[in-house]
């Protein structure tokens, strides 16, 4: 069902195509009909529950890239101060 397939893409390394398949999916639940209130709100959750761990395990995905990111331009930046350190060496001496 809905469930399974959303399960499913919590394996996914390809965040934005999974993230249009777990749009689709949300349209599809809306689409159907209702199981009963009780039935619904159960079914809901697990859904829910499914979709946010999709969607937490994503975020979590794109924070660990801008901190590589971020830790790159560090040390690019460090480069760049010592390339400028040993120029400035070179034109003294």
Do not use: P
């Amino acid at each position: 069902g809905l469930i399974a397939k959303v399960k499913c893409l919590l394996n996914t390394d390809n965040f934005s195509n999974a993230t249009g398949e777990i749009n689709e999916l949300m349209q599809e639940w809306k689409k159907t009909g209702s199981a009963s209130k009780d039935k619904d709100d159960e079914l809901w959750a697990k859904f829910n529950e499914a979709r946010q761990a999709f969607f937490d395990k994503k975020n979590e995905y794109y924070e660990s890239l801008q901190a590589g990111f971020k830790k790159a331009a560090e040390v690019k930046e460090e480069i760049i101060k010592e390339a400028k350190e040993l120029v400035l060496w070179g034109i003294q001496y």
